[in-house]
């Protein structure tokens, strides 16, 4: 048997119905932007394997930092101690995240980012004797499928089974000239029910890479500061360059109260998540009293080998290569989207930093896993190119050594595809 037909006999896939899905490639390695089979058919990945290559698959410099911690210490429980690249990481982070972040909480991967924020958010609450016990979302927000995450999502059918099972959440939409988010926020704050207020920040990547402006952004969470609500900023599709700054809350004049960071943090390596706070709500947590503790754990969180890739994963982000890189690849996809937001078949395109999208006007099923998407789908993937279409909506977000001949085989995909819709 094949790795692709065990795989299909053991493995159960995230996102996938196996009813009506085939063999999928098996993917034995990867280098640089490039995977190959099993069966020797290469494939460019454009979207960094779900957003967490930046430097590219099997990067040495990445592979030498985790040989290197493994051959100290591996893994050390964080409940009772430390250990120096879990200290070392924490204050590097809090160097380049907004002033007002002051403390840490590591766990494993981005969903469990947004349930510790969320989590801390209400027990804040608690712990000072007052109940508040919903939050805010956008509307068509994506934060996770745990379930505090899965109740701040926005997306239907990724919750629809679990209602009346979750946290509750009131959504707003995004704000656009047609909608006056200011005021639907404005109105919910008075009532003094909501804990926290929870975005992703600047684009709202599973929705299609929906992108809103800054100084919006800016004015809700003012709003939200003004009514004692906190702000969860969840940078865990933004972080770590692809806006074009290091985070999206870098465009940003308000700072949020909480940022959720896990992706691209270990360079796509090692899985582990981040929760920064301010100083005001960790301090709501200190008391005589155990039990106004936040008693929330991983038993891998603070793992000294995801530090340490961690580590070097930012340095390779502010070196000056990758730093020139990134405004390489932003202005590619402005002069592509010059060209090709004119053709008949594209209905908008929006670019941010690394992050291209481009809406296709297609009288075909346009659902999220319509048929629309999965024409696209299979079309790239024959192609060679991993993209992973959002309904109608195909977005480009490739690691950061991605070579402009590289991104040209990538548009050149892309307007092929405008011909079989």
């Known amino acids: 048997m094949t790795l692709s037909q065990k795989d299909q006999l053991y493995n159960w896939h995230p996102y996938t119905q ?7 490639p098996a993917i034995v390695k990867g280098d640089g932007v490039y995977l190959w089979d099993e069966n020797g058919k290469q494939y460019l990945d454009a979207i960094s394997s779900w957003w967490v ?8 410099v990445l592979a030498q930092a985790i040989y290197k911690q493994l051959t100290t210490l591996e893994h050390v429980l964080f409940g009772g101690f430390t250990n120096k690249p879990a200290v070392e990481l924490a204050e590097k982070l809090l160097a380049m995240l907004p002033s007002n972040q002051k403390k840490l909480f590591y766990s494993d991967n981005g969903s469990t980012a947004v349930e510790i924020a969320i989590k801390a958010a209400l027990q804040y609450f608690y712990n000072k004797g007052e109940k508040r016990t919903k939050i805010i979302a956008f509307e068509n927000g ?5 379930f505090g995450a899965m109740a701040a999502s926005g997306i239907s059918f990724f919750t629809e089974a679990f209602q009346g099972s979750m946290l509750e959440v009131v959504r707003i939409p995004i704000p656009t000239a047609e909608n006056d988010s200011l005021t639907v926020l404005n109105d919910l704050l008075q009532t003094n029910e909501f804990a926290a207020f929870i975005f992703e920040p600047l684009v709202q990547g599973a929705a299609g890479m929906v992108m809103y402006e800054a100084s919006e952004l800016d004015k809700l969470i003012g709003l939200c500061k003004k009514n004692k609500v906190f702000t969860i900023a969840d940078e865990i599709m933004t972080g770590f360059g692809k806006t074009g700054k290091t985070f999206a809350c870098d465009y940003l004049t308000e700072q949020p109260d909480m940022i959720c960071l896990s992706k691209a943090l270990t360079g796509g390596t090692i899985p582990m998540a981040v929760t920064s706070f301010s100083q005001q709500i960790f301090d709501r947590f200190l008391s005589e009293n155990v039990n106004k503790a936040l008693f929330h754990g991983h038993t891998f969180t603070g793992n000294p080998t995801g530090c340490a890739a961690a580590l070097a994963a930012i340095s390779l982000l502010e070196s000056e290569e990758m730093q020139s890189n990134i405004q390489r690849i932003a202005a590619q996809h402005l002069a592509f989207q010059k060209q090709i937001k004119a053709h008949p078949k594209v209905k908008t395109t929006r670019v941010l930093g690394i992050i291209f999208a481009m809406e296709i006007a297609s009288a075909g099923d346009q659902s999220y896993y319509g048929s629309l998407r999965n024409q696209l789908y299979d079309f790239f ?5 991993i993209l ?3 309904g109608n909506v195909v977005y480009i977000l490739p690691p950061f050594i991605t070579s402009n001949e590289q991104l040209e085989i990538i548009y050149t995909t892309l307007s092929k595809a405008l011909e079989i819709v």
């Open 18 to 24: 196996h009813q009506t899905t085939g063999l999928l």
């Open 53 to 60: 290559n930046p430097f590219g698959h099997s990067n040495p």
């Open 142 to 146: 994506f934060h996770g499928d745990t």
């Open 381 to 385: 993937i024959e192609q060679g190119i």
């Open 388 to 390: 992973r279409p959002v």
